[in-house]
């Protein structure tokens, strides 16, 4: 059973950087989409970046500030948050999901391993 754990949340002031891990375990990690989710107090689960074997995909709302990387030799996927905004403030949440082909979803339906979540506070 795929297991997720984040890791590098906190809270900053608008223009600062942080970086988020997620740990992955249980399960062959170059198979799987692993993607970054946040829900901001009273919204949805918003889809950040995620990526594949076939490629990334990012959110435009955070395009150009954050970058998602991975290292398949720790089985981890970081991912590199600059020029934080306060609106950027939420629960982020790690997820996996077993890549049956080069689709990357984002939608949080599609992914079936989440991680506790980190909280990043973004204070103006």
């Known amino acids: 059973q795929v297991q997720l754990v984040e890791s590098g949340g906190g809270l900053v002031q608008a223009g600062d950087s942080l970086r988020l891990s997620c740990a992955f375990s249980?399960?062959?990690?170059?198979?799987?989409?692993m993607g970054w989710f946040r829900q901001a107090p009273g919204k949805g689960r918003e889809f950040v970046a995620a990526?594949?074997?076939?490629?990334?995909r990012t959110s435009d709302s955070v395009k150009g500030r954050f970058t998602l990387s991975r290292d398949n030799a720790k089985k981890t996927v970081h991912l590199q948050m600059n020029s934080l905004k306060p609106e950027d403030t939420a629960v982020y949440f790690c997820a996996a999901r077993f890549a049956r082909d080069s689709t990357i979803p984002t939608m949080a339906s599609e992914y079936r391993s989440w991680g506790q979540g980190t909280q990043v506070t973004v204070s103006s």
């Open positions: 990526t594949s074997w076939s490629g990334d």
């Open positions: 249980g399960g062959t990690f170059g198979s799987y989409n």
